[in-house]
């Protein structure tokens, strides 16, 4: 067992304290009071006082239980809050991160807290395939509630008792997902970057299966390439959580917003339908992805209806916006929505949504169409903490390609994109040309009153990219000064740059690459969205209640 420790200020301050080697730190931490403590030593008299015999600190078991009662083969863990990761929320902060002061050894304090979090969730997913029951109870609530604890011991060693709650959260220590709309695997690489592991994978495109195969050499077995709304649901293993980026085509501000109820975007009620059917083994938790249009599709209705049908699959929602600019050269604003099942919580229905609500990740948009669908939808909105600020510039991910190389457009083509240029762009492109340095920017080709207009961007970060189809131009990047001016398309190791994933195998057809990471989600983000609310999340709802194979109801 970790417990809280505090450092206390010597009454003399050296004038120059001196850094601490990692050596030297360990050191003291393995000083640090780990076991025995108070609200572990309450918690055995409390349990011995009702008759329960047990051994502690188990040292031949994963993750060593502080507490083990052989005859009902329970495994107990006390958590120190501090150290298991959950002392930020009893401050009532967004994230970890604000648990510390910018200081030399905050890294140190978030890398050690979050690999005790990855461990217990490991040690306790062992456990539980050894056949093992798991508890793991917080300091803070023994202190606060040591006799509801021991109760919760009892009614598991004398009845075998177990409650929806309990069965689902026995799914979260494992951190397995279902990968739906995959598409070239870029939602499992940020997954995977935080401890998640992908057991199933379903697409319907050929490309994209492709590609996700020749990178992820396990991909195989659990790669389903169909149709989502004729999948076969035993093929679906049971997983903690299932991911969904359906099409955006008929949601998006650039398509023709025909809604979700039709074409690609329909996609969506072949997802539902699956879970519907998976019926008992439902995933506990759910993440959905789409372009921000689909806020916004047909005055809000198509959003409203997803919502509600994720409510009635007995999901509670949250959501929040993320822009890739925040986490590389790139411009990709995109909504995301989480799903947690109601019966993992004890205040069934979800506490009124906080307000102010409006915050970094919440725009005033997305804030306001929540407050005012409180009644009709189960909102379960989780505080979290703004998006980092991204220091990356488009030049960061160039290829520095030679003056011959074939994908350097001629002359006459890269004429021709000056001239399609409005009188202000066409400003901005010649001071470019006229500058001492080299200098860049990106282009999109866009119709505009009927003409095809190349329109520049020079913030030093890419537009947003795109799938070559639907009319949807290919991003092209414009190099300029010393009075020379140069054009060519993005190389697919750029695309591959932008969203995060510099090292992806890449596919011999151009086409393919654009078509891939065009229609994928930004790694970066993803691991973001799991450092700060799954991880989180697994952390605290595998806490509280006992985990593992029991049969009875309460």
Known sequence: MRSDA???????????????????????????????????????????????????????????????????????????????????????????????????????????????????????????????????????????DLEGCVSMVERVVEHDTADVASSLASRLPQRTVAEFFAGIGLMRLGLERQGWH????????????????????????????????????????????????????????????????????????????????????????????????????????????????????????????????????????????????????????????????????????????????????????????SMPVSSGKLTDILEDLPPDHPMWWSAERATYLLSQMSPAHRAVAERMIAGEEWSYGTVFRRMRAGRSMAELRTDGIAGCLRTPKGGSAKQILFKAGHSEYHARLLTPREAARLMGAEDYILPDSLDSAYFGFGDAVCVPVIEWITTHYLNPLVNELIRGKPLGRLTKAL
């Open 198 to 385: 992908v057991a199933f994978a379903n697409d319907i495109d050929q490309r994209k299966e492709a590609m996700y195969t020749a990178h992820f050499h396990d991909a195989k077995p659990h790669f389903l390439l169909g149709d989502v709304h004729a999948l076969a649901i035993g093929a679906i293993p049971d997983v903690t959580l299932a991911t969904a980026s359906f099409p955006c085509t008929d949601l998006s501000l650039a398509g023709a917003r025909g809604g979700i109820h039709v074409r690609e975007s329909s996609a969506f009620w072949g997802f539902t339908h699956a879970l519907e059917e998976l019926g008992e083994r439902r995933p506990p938790l759910v993440l959905l992805e789409n372009v921000t249009g689909f806020l916004t599709s047909h005055r809000g209705a198509d959003f409203h209806v997803a919502m509600q049908e994720l409510n009635r699959l007995g999901y509670s929602v949250d959501a929040f916006i993320l822009d890739a600019a925040r986490f590389v050269p790139q411009s990709r604003q995109r909504l995301f929505l989480i799903g947690v099942q109601d019966a993992l919580y004890d205040d069934n229905p979800a506490s009124p949504l906080p307000v102010p609500l409006v915050s970094d990740v919440r725009p005033r948009a997305l804030a306001e169409y929540m407050l005012a669908h409180q009644d009709t939808i189960h909102w379960r909105a989780r505080p979290l903490p």
């Open 6 to 144: 505090s450092t206390m200020p010597s009454k003399t301050t050296p004038k120059t304290p001196a850094k601490r080697s990692a050596e030297e730190i360990s050191a003291i931490m393995r000083k640090v009071h780990g076991k025995d403590t108070t609200p572990e030593l309450a918690l055995r008299r409390a349990l011995w006082a009702r008759g329960l015999r047990y051994r502690v600190n188990a040292t031949d078991l994963p993750g060593k239980p502080d507490i083990v009662i052989p005859s009902a083969r329970l495994a107990l863990f006390v958590d120190g809050d501090f150290w298991h990761g959950n002392q930020f929320r009893k401050r009532k902060l967004n994230a970890l991160e604000e648990q510390f002061p910018e200081t030399a050894t905050k890294t140190y304090w978030l890398t050690k807290i979050r690999r005790n979090m990855t461990r217990d969730a490991i040690h306790t997913s062992v456990l539980l395939s050894q056949g093992w029951i798991v508890l793991r109870f917080w300091e803070s609530q023994l202190r606060t």
